[in-house]
């Protein structure tokens, strides 16, 4: 039942990030967030204010995906990141619009939600990779959410209670069309990486500050699922 | 026959925008390059030239648009930014390897030309102005190309020599898929400055200053066609 | 005694942002920690935690008055962000050390002190706000520290216990120094949007987007100093 | 005499890019524009052209240093960068408007000057450079104008026809103080490499990329000359 837990979908690079912040990475993947989405215990309110969150991180987190096709240096990345943000804003985004309009959340209080912290801290720190470091920074930045999505997706298919009220949720992570992204992303960042500090990564001079990347945006990833849990709809200014 | 000519595509925005500078409006859309083009005249070297410079000049195009996603506030702004990333880079750029294939230069042979000044002069002028400036700063230089060509297209179709051997050229450009593009972003430019500087456009503190932009991205345009006039297919270093 | 609590520091689009979001610049200007300060009441826990996190903010705040450097359209902008930039790096900082070292925190400890969500999350999203947008948004982002800091220092300066153990903090905000870089800020600020939305800034489209950015710099604000309460010196992974 | 010429200033990484394009390196070192500064025989009217172009290109390098600063990983990165910037804007340009007064023209014609097109175009270059890439990405890019200046006002300086007319602009720039800030840029340049590509330069994978930026941005500094040397001093449209 552990291989789709420590699978590292083909990434040395990321199977290190990973290990590097193991406990952090746990205590992001195994969230009691994550743990209600898998036996359908999470309060239902707690899941509709992550939805209507997740809307506006969506656009955030395409507009990380536009930086990256600024910052690529070669056709693959190029090519890979306008597609991951052409889904995300042409595609994803209209679904996610569906599934809340299904939950009667219509997609003008979706725009208007305030966007809480920890869901501002992720997205921003993941933009700010991008300017002040290179493809690669963004890439480290950008995993945790990719990587930690298909793992959690995954292993919840695996050992999640069936039919449970979050099955789609599930299902949207554990779908082939998901893990074959989850995929084509670390077959990205492989390559990325050995065009920037070798096929040595662990050797290189800026392993420990791309370690750093991962884990803090890790760290923001289980923040994520914190806010989620406090349900609150509105802040109180 | 003028109706083409000197339609705005539905933007007043861009109507000024290119009436403030109608002496080099006309200098870049009506160049030697271009009249080449028309009458079947222009050097095959030149156009080789300007075909290899186009490819990279739309790698870097692209990335200006992906810039465009990121300073996007509107979700049609995203919308249609992510659009044209994405039909850059997945599909335009394609269909100009394939073209340029067919005048026998491989896509390697694209991807290690040397970009030329000019070239490279207008592409990233137009990052900086994103850098620099909010999302219709980057419109503003985004302008010349986007528009600059419909129109040029449009009047080649109807005052071309028929058939002459740049036809492929002149309906790339004429087409009503391209056409209509120009229509998009002539609506998102309308909405744009709305948005920022309100409905009367020239009576904004900016107006001068987004004025400047387009001239000064329509001066790099003209010299993009003035270096595919050199035709140098390698630069002396 | 309340005019220093109530001075825009000449500033009229300063003081319409603040009364747009006036509830939640008491909630940040008259938090619980800053009372504390200002009665000596404050944990010194909490009060070093503090110190440990500003370092951090510092060097980020200053990357975000370099990015403001990058962005500005005229000599002025250039001149007082540029000033701000070398003053916060090469002085406010050393100083800063110093006061650590006092508190027996080297600079290294500083360095290396793991950036809290609420400090991480603030310059972040300035930083977004000038990626996104132009050098006002980055203003109305940056405003909320710079003058938040201006008004607590004056005020505390007026009503606080003399002498107690945070007078050296309460001194270095309500110094004369660093009220007339306030006036100078919000002089810079008041051209910045006149050259950008004219003099009836209300009026603007941009208004309401600009008094969004500094509610939400304001709510980020609040949230470093419950962050400076919470006192943990080491996040648990 | 030629130990200044053929100097590193301390620099492996800076020799060995320099190295790499040795021709282009030497077409822009040994410019016919530099070699009338060092024997007076310039036209001052080419003189005057690149004084009110090299107003404008402060401006813009300033912004790039700023962009610098964005981009600093590590506080000596930061505090080079940021006196550089706040040096340049509030000193260096001060100068230049002294010495261009004393020629009779003055700050507002200066800010008014259109850029020319090989003025614009290696700024905007170094400033995307900095955007796509990271902080070494940037000092490749950046390279060329301060070593460049550094030793061809070190050569004019031994070799150049005494008290010409173009006496002050070399020993600007032969100075100890700007020498002094060639060693610090050089030192800045090995430890930001040493901390990204470790200290076998040459055999990282980012080298031929990093020599590519540095050699186009070489090509970039011999148009400037080729620019002043056109000594127009309006643009026609």
Redo the contacts between chains.
Sequence with gaps: MSAPISSNYGSQVFGAWRAD?A??WH?YTHHAFVEGLRDGSLAHSAYLHYLIQDYVFL?HY??TW??A?????T?DE??L???I??G???HEIQLHIGVCAREGVCEDQL?AAE?E??N??Y???V??SG????FL?MMAALSPCVFGYGEIGARLKLTGVKNNRYQEWIDTYADPEYQTLCEQAAKLIETAA?????TDSTL???WS?LCKRF??AT??ER?FWDMGLRARCN?A?
Tied chains: 1, 2, 3, 4.
């Design positions: 912040c406990h952090a205590a656009m395409s507009r536009a930086l096709v600024v910052k690529s240096q056709r190029m090519r990141s306008a597609s943000v052409n995300l804003i042409n725009f966007e912290l920890e501002l801290a997205t921003r720190y933009m700010d300017l002040a470091g290179d920074d050995a065009d920037r500090i070798g290189s001079p800026r500050s884990s803090t760290r923001l923040g802040d200014e």
